[in-house]
């Protein structure tokens, strides 16, 4: 879970100590009146280079000494390369580049590597001519077989900055908002994923509070611990707290990924080379975590993950043989058994010779983002996103500037709305990453249209505003959120209850979700372009029904239903939602099969069970007519039922026409709800 500078690592070894006659230096000769403070100065030069070639490379502390060195002699070439070395190697591109340049005045030839730092720094600070100009200064200065190992790097790197031309010249519509004190602090935040409501937003931090406490020699900063925050009333991100154990150890641990509902936790662990567990909320306390299963863990290094929106497909990157570069993205899917089958990778379309990690899946089951060196990348990592559609993957997108910027661009989260994305960016060399949200303003609007986005213009801690058309477009999510709280209809209390969600169309159920014990409350993404069967069900209740129609054409929407369920009594109803006809007639449709299936399950788990089908019509056409359908509709019900091994003793059947009325027949919404099947409980 940590990026490694290798071209940076390699330079500190490579350089030497050859000056010539330019340089000012740390000698008797050249400061034969101040004896003590050049011994000072040679020490702390001394002391500088201990750490600075280390094996931590603890370039923040050689830096102090080198700065207490420089405020006594200012004109040596390799002290100045050296600082500005230190301050590369912690992003700080902008003072890199001031020691860097004058180490290059003084003596251009100091170390060959001088040009290939300037040059990086140039680009990381979006100065791209002389980024490609110094580049090319280097490779020609490249011996034959230098060049022969350093070519592809440099034509990479030549290319990242004609992109960051590009797109900084068609800057996105968004604003970049860094998070408040409340998530961001002097320390490293990154790895942000938000639920799908962004009520919750997960994430990780080395900390000096951090459970152990401890810091990693290997790369001279604090463990890794996931921190979370929730909202308050104000709709404001409160204070993140460290949950502590279990999902906290001594070692690394990291947010890899979360489910939409936020109830199902991914997490990074140190151990065994680099592994993925998962945690589940149980009322109020996270579980053990559980190490995933050997095709999602090998023996290599596997670090983010994602769920679909169906917990039925896991995304996830690995280094693991057999990749197209160094980190890929892998997908596995759950056999019947729910364990994960073995993983794929995504293929070249998404995958490069180079790095790919921080994978998200949006609950509408075809958007995805994730992070890369490779691509039109503009420096660092860069966030794409990409379209499954008809099993193919779309041609990755840089998601733009400023959204992307020279630096490290990693671990995107979009909430379901596609309004807001928090991602984790190292734009602050003083705290080296925090985590941003991202809003999206969409296509340019007229003034008059566009009254809401001049207001947020306006708004505190804004980064940039940007008021050009979008080089991403901005497509409306295609996806309804059903969300609320399952209760007991007579306590009150919430109830643990699975919430099955089947597609009419082929009656297969397509995912099972849960409702938390402890608060009732539930979350279900539901993509457009489905006519959906939704089946509520707990101990010693009745199940609950509802039909949910959405059309390919609706947009996003949030719904928020509070469902009671209702305990096994006499005189308990339920409306059969998932139950249809063919229109004017008796014959059960095969969209029915699956919510018949329940009441069937019901009355097998209940042997005691008496049961009474009604059916119901709104009050058009005949009384006659209609009690006459009510009943051949309900006998088709108890058929079906005593077809499948149910005995005709437990039920009966009833048409009541449209004289029982649970909604005003003068609407066309209250005539759809009165036209009904349903059962009552007689007996139990």
């Known amino acids: ?15 030497g100590l050859g000056l010539n006659a330019q340089n000012v230096e740390f000698t008797k000769a050249n400061f034969p009146n101040d004896k003590d403070g050049l011994k000072t100065a040679q020490k702390n030069v001394k002391e500088g280079d201990k750490l600075y070639f280390s094996d931590y490379k603890q370039f923040n502390e050689a830096k102090e000494f080198y700065l207490d060195a420089y405020g006594f002699n200012q004109r040596n070439a390799m002290l100045n390369f050296k600082i500005g070395a230190c301050f590369f190697a912690t992003k700080d591109s902008k003072d890199a580049i001031e020691f860097l340049e004058k180490a290059k005045m003084i003596d251009p030839k100091v170390t060959k590597d001088l040009n290939l730092l300037l040059a990086i720094a140039y680009q990381r600070d979006y100065k791209f001519d002389k980024a490609i100009s110094t580049f090319t200064e280097y490779r020609r200065g490249l011996s034959p077989d230098d060049l022969k190992l350093h070519e592809e790097s440099i034509v990479k790197h030549i290319k990242e900055c004609n992109t960051g031309k590009e797109l900084v010249a068609h800057p996105v519509r968004v604003f970049v908002d860094a998070l408040p004190s409340e998530i961001n602090t002097r320390s490293v935040e990154y790895g942000p994923v938000v639920n799908a409501d962004e009520t919750v937003l997960f994430f990780t931090s080395r900390r000096a509070q951090n459970v152990g406490g401890e810091i990693d020699l290997s790369i001279d900063d604090y463990y890794e ?50 592994d993925i567990y998962m945690s589940k909320m149980d009322g109020n306390e996270w579980t053990k975590p559980e190490k995933l299963n050997k095709n999602i863990n090998s023996k290599e290094h596997e670090s983010s993950a994602a769920f679909s929106y169906d917990y039925l497909t896991i995304y996830f990157v690995s280094n693991r043989e057999g990749g197209y570069g160094k980190h890929d993205i892998y997908m596995s899917k759950r056999d019947e058994k729910g364990r994960w089958d073995e993983a794929k990778n995504l293929g070249a379309k998404v995958n490069t010779r180079y790095e790919e990690a921080a994978i998200f899946a949006h609950p509408d089951g075809k958007t995805f983002y994730f992070s890369s060196k490779g691509h039109n990348t503009m420096g660092g990592y860069d966030i794409f996103k990409v379209v499954y559609e008809n099993d193919n993957w779309s041609d990755p997108v840089n998601m733009g500037y400023p959204i992307n910027t020279t630096g490290d661009d990693i671990f995107l989260s979009i909430d379901a709305s596609g309004k807001h994305a928090y991602y984790a960016s190292t ?47 901005v497509e409306e999510v295609q996806l309804t959120i059903l969300k609320g709280i399952i209760t007991d209809e007579f306590t009150k209390d919430p109830l643990y209850a699975t919430i099955e969600l089947t597609d009419n169309k082929t009656n297969q159920i397509i995912a099972t979700f849960e409702s938390n014990k402890a608060t ?7 993509p457009t372009g489905k006519d959906y069967g939704i089946a509520v069900k707990a101990e010693d209740c009745l199940f609950y029904s509802d039909h949910v129609n959405i059309e390919k054409s609706v947009g996003f929407q949030e719904v928020v239903k509070d469902i009671q369920l209702k305990r096994i009594a006499v005189g308990s109803k339920v409306v059969l939602n998932n139950v249809f006809f063919a229109s004017g007639k008796s014959t059960l449709k095969k969209e029915s099969k699956t919510e018949l299936e329940n009441l069937l399950k019901l009355m097998n788990d209940a ?23 009510s009943k051949a ?30 909604a005003d027949n003068k609407t066309k919404d209250g005539r759809q709800k009165n036209r009904r099947t349903e059962f009552k409980v007689m007996a139990r």
């Open 633 to 662: 509709r309900a006998k088709a019900v108890v058929d079906y039922l005593v077809k499948n091994g149910i005995s005709s003793d437990r039920l009966t059947y009833k048409g009541y026409g449209p004289s029982d009325p649970v």
């Open 225 to 274: 611990d996931i921190y979370i925050a929730t909202k308050d009333s104000n709709n404001q991100w409160v204070k993140a707290k460290n949950p502590g154990k279990p999902l906290n150890t001594k070692s690394h641990d990291a947010v890899a990924g979360i489910s939409a509902d936020g109830q199902q936790l991914y997490i990074y662990r140190g151990e065994e080379g680099g």
């Open 520 to 526: 009732g409350r539930y979350l279900v993404s539901l």
């Open 607 to 629: 042997p005691t069970l008496k049961l009474e089908i009604s059916g119901h019509t709104d009050n058009t056409g005949s009384d006659a007519i209609n009690k006459k359908l």
């Open 1 to 15: 879970m940590r990026v490694i500078i290798n071209i940076f690592s390699l330079i500190i070894l490579l350089t």
């Open 427 to 473: 734009q602050d060399p003083i705290s080296r990453s925090d985590i941003y949200m991202i809003t999206f303003l969409g296509p340019e609007k007229p003034l008059a249209d566009g009254v809401e986005d001049q207001l947020l213009a306006y708004r505190n801690n804004g980064v940039r505003d940007n008021s050009v058309e979008a080089a991403v477009v």
